[in-house]
């Protein structure tokens, strides 16, 4: 039986699985945004003090998805937010940050596979000084994952597009409607 982390969690390769089936299908509620989303207003500042929603849309896809997926997988999260910036800038269209989105979570998809029991039990360093859990690691990617897919919400408001149902998982493109 899986020893539960501070948290109370139980997650095993098991649980990870159900857990990562219905993350796939947030993230696809996250894609149909993004395909919404004003092109013209990706590298804008709907709210000062805050990352473009280019900046924003490669932190969820690449930081929080991705490189903690990746991460469980080999035993250390090695994000480089700093790089962020940069990439964000050259996502010019719509086919590019999608694609971009795309990739990021086909990395995922891959490393998630590779997980198993050992690894979600084991503790992960972080860039961001702190270790934790495998399990828990998964836990805090998908609060980062919904805080953030939150403001790209609101952002879609300010500029006049009506978000996707975050529960529309049936309008999501095919391989990420429920199975």
């Not at 919404?36 to 709907?46: L, N, T």
């Not at 084991?122 to 897919?149: C, K, S, Y």
Request: net charge neutral.
């Amino acid at each position: 039986m899986p020893r539960p982390d501070t948290h109370g969690s139980t997650m095993n390769k098991e649980t990870l699985t159900q857990f990562w089936d219905q993350f796939r299908q947030k993230y696809g509620v996250y894609l149909h945004l993004l395909e919404d989303f004003p092109e013209k207003k990706y590298h804008s500042h709907p709210v000062k003090g805050m990352r473009t929603p280019a900046q924003l849309m490669v932190h969820i896809s690449g930081t929080v998805v991705r490189d903690i997926a990746r991460g469980v997988a080999k035993g250390a999260v090695t994000a480089d937010e700093a790089s962020e910036d940069a990439i964000a800038g050259g996502l010019k269209s719509r086919a590019h940050l999608l694609a971009f989105a795309k990739e990021c979570w086909e990395q995922a998809n891959m490393a998630v596979k590779q997980v198993g029991d050992a690894e979600l039990d084991a503790m992960i360093p972080t860039p961001w000084n702190m270790r934790f859990r495998g399990r828990v690691a998964f836990q805090i990617m998908e609060d980062e994952f919904l805080h953030h897919r939150g403001q790209l919400f609101v952002f879609a408001r300010i500029y006049g597009v009506q978000p996707p149902f975050i529960w529309g998982f049936d309008q999501n493109a095919a391989e990420f409607q429920p199975k």
